[in-house]
Structures are given as C-alpha cells and as structure tokens.
C-alpha cells in the first residue's frame, strides 16, 4: 500500500505542467518573393536548442516588396492575406505578445541604391500594414548581407541540433562541428562557415558564444549573384546593336522563346558596367539549349584575376579553405531538387551530365512534362543548374572530391532552411551564450527511478517479511 502511495505521489505530484506555447512571425521580404513565418515553442525551454518549431509558412502573392517601388503603398497591401491567415494560427490570447519581425534582402538593397527614398516609402507600406495587426510588431528593415549569412549558418545548425552536440562534461572543451551554410537567392548569394585559418579581412569575420561555445566564423554575401540577377547580367553580355533584337541564348532550352524590355534589363544596378547605349528597346531571347557555350558565358560574370589577400574565390574576396561540411538551401534546393539531384551519392561528374542533357531538351518536350510548373522557374532550370555549378565549382573552390560534403536542404525537421528562424532565435535573445543548467535528470527518467526504487523497495520488504516468517512456517511443519 505505502509503495502505490509512493508511486502515485511520484507520478501526480510530478506530471508536466501544460504546455505554455510562444509565438513569433518573421517576413522574410526577398527579392523574388516574401513568405510569412510562424514559429512556435514551449515558454518554459525557450533556452534549449531544437525547441522552436515552424508551424506555418505563408507565400505571399506576386513578387517581392522592392518590385512595388513605383506604388509603395500596394506593397503594404500585398502582406494581408499572409498576415490574416497568422491570425488564424496564432490563438487570440496569445497574440498581443507575438514579436513580429521584417527583414528585406538584396531586392531591397538594390532599389536603396537606385533609390533611398523609394526603398524607404516600402518599408514604410509594409511597417504600417503590419502594425495593424494584433501582434507586437518589431520593425521592418534591410538587413545586411552579414546578418543574412549569420542567420541562415545560426539557423540550420540550431535544427540539425548541431549547437549541443558534445555538450557533456568532456565535449564542452570541443567546439562542436558545424555545418557551412550556402544560400542562394534571386538576388544575392551568401557563404558561412567555420574556418581555423585566419580570417584576413575584417568584414568577413564573425564570432560567435553560443551555449557554451565559441566560433570563429567566414561569411560572406555576394550582392548581384542571386540567380534572377545573374542570369540578367548573362543576358547582357550579349545585347544585339539596334539593327537587330535577337539573343541566341545558350541557357535556355531550343525552342523557348522570351521577349524583354531592355530598360527593364537595365533597371538593376547589378547591370551598371554592361549598358549599351545602342541596345534596341525590346530583345527576343531565343534557346540554342548548349550547357558548353551556356558555362563559358556563366562564367563570364566571375572575375578571377585581382587578389590582395594570400587567396580569394572571385571578385577579389577572400575565402579560406573550404572546411567541413555545407548545407546548401533556397534556390540551390529548388534547382537541384527539380533535377533530382539532391541525393548525396551523386557525384559532381553525374550532376554534370544531368544539367547537361536537361539543357539539351527541347523546350517543348519540357513543358509537357511539367505542364503544372511555373513557366519563369522552369524555363530557367538549364541556366540555374549550370549557374550553381559554376559558382560551388570555379566560385567557391569546390570540386571532385568535396563535393559529397555539401547537402541540399530544404527544410529541417520540419522548419525551412533560411535566415528567418535563426534572426527571431538572436532577436528574443533565445541562444544563451552559456550554457544553461539543466537538472541531471529529466522528467521520464526522474519518473522512472522513482518507479523502479518503489518497486525495489517492496521487494525488500516482501523479502524481509518472508525471511521473518519463515522459522514460524518450519515451526508449523514440525508441529
Ligand atoms: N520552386 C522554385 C522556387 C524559386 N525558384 C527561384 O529561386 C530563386 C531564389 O528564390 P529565393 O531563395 O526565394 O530568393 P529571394 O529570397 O526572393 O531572393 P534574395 O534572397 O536574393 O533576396 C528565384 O530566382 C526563384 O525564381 C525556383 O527556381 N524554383
Ligand atoms: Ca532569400
């Protein structure tokens, strides 16, 4: 009786509180598009890592915020439906106190350098619609390509639980391993790793405490390499003269056919070297469909020659050694997955092959075996398969051999791969830099001792009181 009292005790005095669930949205306003996201963890393991979960991602229609420049307040409106469908999520009680943070990438920063007080009127639109809703709204803004990098490494870390990995006694002397992060927008391009080597420039270095832990971290963000941006400045290399208005364009499938407005070619500032002031006003782009001729020209936009630092990838940026292993998301998830070519087994040889005999398709034999995706992501397939096989290979040194180590990730236990959930985690401060105690025994296990000393302890006592009685039982067989 004393032993189910103790276990009954146990088990009721310690059952888990209900769980108290905390909410956070984050925009992420980029270039090609923005998409809503929800996150939602229990209140009282906002330290732990892993514990903040995606509940709810939300694409808004159209493009993104820095295309409503010439009607700022339509970009406003734009978020409304994402925004009234987070409403819906989110329980009522709990939305007065749910953070709700913008954050606007290279599309943003390219119209603030066409035009700042374009860019500025956006964020005002979109602040204000946000702010007509019952959550906490945090602000809207630019964030720089550094943080955009940081985040998406802080990110898909804290969701391969990366972060806690060798936290025991022993392992808190380690820094864990981590993956490099490589994400690749319409607009600009990131890569961040952990590098032992010194980081020679300044701007690329970051540090980081995180749980217990410290890193040094490479990062950087290439403005005008997303994959919107340098296949218009592919593009460009090759504008006609007046006399004629046709690209034979090797990127594209034979057979596809685009017309495009070279003022709008032109509108980027991605494109400020390679204007041409006789270029005709309109250009029909046609598809010779040639992974060859369409790589030389790819790798036209990387400029390997100038170097100040002992080595760089292009452009004159310095990068360490590639380290460790990469998760590679966003547009590389969706180029690579649409060729199925995320599995890691595949080597960079056979990934050759495949975009290669993609590009060589007809266009039209094409779409009418994906006749339900969108025609501006599938005609660019061939571009963007040889244009991340350029920037991993002759951009950031990959090859051969290390090219097993990079994984294509779409999302992770459930959540996306980008900046948004590793900006919300830094922003509600909910990556301690120590690490924070946690008691030696967890609930289940705590539960479970108690069982088994209960059951322990009966025994004893059945034991005792058996021994006790036994010369009593002999007496009675004597008798
Ligand atoms: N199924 C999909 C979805 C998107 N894309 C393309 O992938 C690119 C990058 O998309 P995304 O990562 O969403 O870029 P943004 O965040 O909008 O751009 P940035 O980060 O540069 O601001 C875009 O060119 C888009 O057309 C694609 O090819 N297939
Ligand atoms: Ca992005």
Known sequence: MGAVALITTAVVQNKPLPKNMKYGIVLDAGSSHTSVYIYEWPAEKENDTGVVQQIDACKVDGNGISSYAHDPPVAGLSLQKCMDKAREVIPEQQQRETPVYLGATAGMRLLR??????????????????????????????????????Y??????????NFLENSGWLGRLKQSATFGALDLGG????????????????????????????????????????????LRR??????????NSTILDPCFNSGYRRNTSTKDLYSSPCIAQQRISTAPSNIEIKGTGNYQLCKQKVEMIFNKTQCTYSQCSFNGIFQPNLEGEFGAFSAY??????????????SLERVKEAVKTHCSRP????????PK???????????????ILSLLENGFGFNSENWKDISFLGKIKGSDAGWTLGYMLNLTNMIPAELPYSP???HGSYIGLMVFFSILLVFIILTCWLSLRKPKCLQKGII
């Open 363 to 370: 266009w039209e034999e094409v779409l009418k075996e994906f």
């Open 234 to 243: 592919q593009i460009a290399y090759t504008i006609p003269d007046a006399n």
């Open 440 to 442: 030696p025994l967890s």
């Open 333 to 346: 998830y969706f180029v690579m997955d649409f060729l199925k070519l995320t599995n890691e087994k595949i």
């Open 187 to 230: 607009a600009s391009t990131q890569i961040t790793f952990v590098s032992k080597k010194e980081i020679e420039s300044q701007e690329n270095s970051l540090h980081f405490r995180l749980y217990g832990k410290s890193y040094d971290v490479y990062t950087h963000s290439y403005l005008c390499y997303g994959k919107d941006q340098a």
């Open 152 to 161: 998406g490494w802080i990110t898909i870390n804290y969701l391969l639980g």
């Open 373 to 387: 995706i969108k025609e501006k992501y599938l005609s660019e397939y061939c571009f963007s398969g040889t244009y």
């Open 113 to 150: 350098l066409n035009n700042a007080t374009l860019a500025d009127e956006v964020l005002s639109s979109v602040g204000s619609t946000l702010r007509s809703y019952p959550f906490e709204f945090q602000g809207a803004r630019i964030i720089t390509g550094q943080e955009e990098g940081a």
